[in-house]
């Protein structure tokens, strides 16, 4: 079961109605659910095919809350490009991924790992149900996501990197989205793909319904501190400026859902773009002096594009939800699923 199979969701989706619409881009897993108290994992996402990650995609990110982190983003400002594996993880794992996307890239190109490798690895505290300081993320789990990423459908919810955590309450974890957008003849896509640990219930708002006070009961740990981690990926050309402009919409999605953005939780968010292959590479130079040209929709042409990332926010968040399935943890801590019924009764109310 996925939201849109239960409320009337607007937009039109991609076949997939996944970031893995976006031609190219991949997603894999390592989940990590050991004993009673490890929940946890690793998400990958390949902004390109394994044949074609070298080359940079134009990119751009945007923070709405500082307490959580995202590595690389200094380079992404610097130079707006991205070519590396992204990963997502738990709060105390992001060293381990770090350097996992190191090892993979220095087995897979081994011709570019000698130069300088800043990859964007993001986190969320999954520690109500994870052992979080048992140091159970391995750079080898790093490494097996990677590995693992494919294009097609997508899991959701207590996978990866979104094993151990929690949205408005409730178990969430991993979620994805996507919107097709007409730019005069030609068709692009936006995906999505959230890792939702945010939001206090009584915040929990689905399609307007402010449904949240109606659902307090069963309520274990809702503290609204956690984070949300969200890639967006599109196929349509644009300038790193555009990029950060995309992601900059991001909480406009998620105010949908209800949040009003808790100090406790980060909120950080990327976006590349698939277009333009060959530009803005920032390798040592060899030979000739080139040049690089790019192509991108006029910024007074932005308008569907914003609309479709806020939509895809929104339907990735609830997706995560609907995918959401109680769970147990450590020290004996418990975080229940999403009650389909009960939201749809109130949604009829």
């Not at 991924?97 to 964007?120: D, F, M």
């Not at 993320?137 to 294009?151: C, E, L, S, T």
């Not at 955590?165 to 989205?177: E, P, Q, R, V």
């Not at 920032?282 to 479709?308: H, N």
Request: overall charge negative.
């Amino acid at each position: 079961m996925r939201a849109r199979d239960i409320l009337a969701l607007p937009g039109v989706t991609g076949p997939g109605n996944a970031i893995t619409d976006v031609p190219g881009v991949e997603v894999g897993y390592t989940t990590l659910i050991e004993g009673s108290d490890v929940r946890t994992g690793v998400t990958a996402i390949l902004p390109r095919s394994r044949a074609d990650l070298a080359r940079p995609c134009a990119a751009g990110w945007f923070s709405l809350n500082g307490n959580g982190e995202m590595t690389g983003t200094t380079w992404i400002s610097e130079t707006g490009s991205l070519a590396l594996p992204v990963t997502i993880t738990n709060t105390h794992a992001v060293g381990s991924c770090h350097r996992g996307v190191i090892e993979w890239v220095a087995r897979e190109r081994p011709e570019g790992a000698h130069e300088w490798l800043l990859p964007v690895v993001a986190e969320t505290w999954d520690g109500y149900l994870n052992d979080i300081n048992g140091d159970h993320v391995k750079p080898a789990h790093a490494v097996a996501a990677i590995d693992a990423a494919r294009p097609g459908p997508i899991a959701e919810g207590s996978v990866g990197g979104g094993t151990g955590m929690n949205c408005y309450g409730f178990k969430a974890g991993s979620g994805t989205a996507s919107r097709i957008v007409r730019h005069g003849d030609d068709s692009y896509t936006v995906g999505v793909f959230v890792q939702a640990n945010f939001g206090s219930r009584r915040e929990l708002t689905v399609l307007g319904r402010h449904v949240g006070p109606g659902l307090l009961d069963d309520n274990p740990f809702d503290s609204g501190a956690g984070s949300i981690i969200v890639v967006l990926a599109t196929d349509v050309p644009l300038l790193p400026g555009q990029c950060t402009a995309l992601a900059r919409r991001v909480p406009l999605g998620l105010a949908r859902t209800g949040t009003s953005g808790s100090h406790f939780s980060g909120d950080v968010f990327l976006a590349f773009s698939t277009a333009n292959p060959g530009a803005l590479t920032s390798g040592f130079p060899v030979g000739a002096a080139p040049y690089e040209k790019i192509v991108f929709v006029p910024w007074g042409w932005l308008d569907p594009f914003y609309e479709a990332v806020v939509q895809a926010v929104e339907e990735a968040v609830l997706n995560a939800l609907v995918a959401g399935r109680t769970m147990e943890g450590r020290a004996g801590h418990r975080v229940p699923g999403l009650p389909v019924d009960r939201l749809l009764s109130a949604m009829r109310g």
